[in-house]
């Protein structure tokens, strides 16, 4: 069957998707008039043109981060020896009718011979330290931002949350899958000198690449009450079927509710640039649904220090409390790099819970930064001596948009940790962000 060119015309000219379909020497169609031929185009090519336009005026998004990666154990006869490629690309639009697209793909793997393990069900039966980078391709983000609305923002799908300091929520960069959810983030800061956020999400993919249901609700308001200082208070709900190892309970689902405070003041006697620093947190973390009862401890953390123009230096003691010895403060979504030492030996809290001190020290010299850190852990129940951890690194910008970054950790355990594990982590890691 053919469609003659008066038909085909009739048909585009209803859909509205031709303005100068007649061929010379044919009649034009009826409801023509003269001069139609210079109007401007119909409402749905005008939005394809601006589609177009919001495409083609956005920004690469792109990550490259190799890492090198040497890990010994007391306890493993072997050396975890070996490099990991990172590669994210994808395309951030220009807004559309107020509404911006996102989408990123994310490559990892394996370089050269696999000297590791990255399976955490096998960290007891491998003979080499874990190292829980394993290979994984997929979707990283895929989302839509709409900022329609004054002083909010609203984002739907595949994304990344960092809350705070990372301390109960975040995307755990220094993994190289990281962690992502699914779901919807509302943020406004319609009110003046707050910022509100709310979220709710039901999927999360997390470092090793799986993907699993959850149920994870959050409440987070923060106001300045004077420039420099943020007072903060926050709910999360969390539930999630795979956190049974970290407990053995079989049904881990919690609250955790609490605050905050963090500023500084400027020591004007010290000088142009000096300034004392101070921090004070509290949260609860409670069972709910249908959470094992025995989910109940407490979260405090008190810090302080100065930072100077060439740097800074402090001291916390952050305590993740016990119930009677039977249940540690878990913070299942934290960044575990960023807390209780980088050799990663506490990112399940012991039953007795986790008391940690740490001094920690930054500087920098033109292209170069380095920081230090010493921890002593304590048990909350029963004053267990879990260890001490050193760690140091340094940062060296070589290009604009390259790094190189060297740390070492090492962990020594105390008499009273359950392995007598010392540990030894050395990373060398290469970042390309464009």
């Not at 980078?133 to 990283?140: L, Q, R, T």
């Not at 009862?293 to 993740?320: F, T």
Request: proline fraction near 5%; include cysteine; glycine fraction near 10%.
């Amino acid at each position: 069957m053919t469609m003659s060119r008066t038909c085909f015309c009739t048909f585009l000219m209803a859909a509205g998707l031709a303005w100068n379909c007649h061929a010379a020497g044919e009649p034009a169609m009826e409801g023509r008039t003269a001069g139609s031929d210079s109007a401007s185009p119909p409402m749905l090519l005008k939005l394809a043109q601006n589609l177009g336009e919001s495409i083609t005026n956005g920004h690469l998004l792109l990550e490259v981060r190799p890492r090198y990666a040497r890990i010994t154990e007391t306890v493993k006869p072997e050396v975890t020896d070996v490099w990991t490629l990172r590669t994210m690309v994808g395309w951030q639009t220009a807004p559309f009718y107020d509404v911006r697209l996102t989408a990123q793909y994310i490559y990892t793997g394996i370089l050269g011979p696999e000297r590791l393990n990255a399976d955490p069900s096998q960290f007891f039966a491998s003979r080499y330290p874990l190292l829980p980078d394993p290979a994984h391709s997929g979707v990283n983000q895929l989302f839509a931002e709409y900022t329609g609305i004054p002083a909010t923002r609203v984002r739907v799908g595949r994304q990344i949350l960092r809350i705070d300091d990372q301390r109960f929520i975040s995307d755990v960069d220094f993994r190289q899958t990281p962690q992502v959810f699914d779901g919807a983030t509302l943020v406004t800061n319609i009110v003046p000198e707050t910022e509100i956020q709310l979220g709710e999400y039901r999927r999360k993919r997390g470092v090793l690449g799986d993907l699993g249901q959850l149920r994870l609700h959050i409440l987070h308001a923060a106001w300045n009450p004077l420039p420099g200082h943020t007072v903060a208070a926050y709910g999360y709900w969390h539930d999630e079927a795979n956190t049974g190892a970290q407990t053995g309970f079989a049904n881990n689902a919690q609250r955790i509710t609490g605050a905050h405070a963090e500023g500084g003041f400027d020591l004007a006697m010290a000088g142009e640039g000096w300034h004392w620093m101070y921090y004070l947190a509290y949260a609860r973390q409670n069972a709910i649904a249908d959470g094992d009862a025995r989910i109940r401890a407490d979260y405090w953390r008190l810090g302080g220090g100065v930072a100077a123009p060439w740097g800074g230096v402090r001291i916390d003691h952050e305590v993740k409390g016990s119930a009677t010895g039977v249940y540690g403060f878990q913070t299942p979504l934290t960044d575990y790099y960023a807390f209780n030492g980088w050799a990663l030996q506490y990112t399940t809290t012991p039953p007795q819970g986790l008391r940690d001190t740490w001094i920690s020290a930054r500087g920098h010299v033109d292209k170069l930064e380095g920081f230090f850190e010493v921890h002593r852990f304590r048990s909350d129940f029963g004053g267990l001596a879990l260890g001490r951890e050193v760690d140091v690194g340094a940062i060296y910008t070589l290009l604009r948009n390259l790094q190189v970054k060297l740390q070492h950790a090492r962990f020594t355990a105390g008499s009273g940790a359950r392995s007598k594990n010392d540990v030894e982590k050395t990373w060398l890691a290469f970042t390309y962000i464009y």
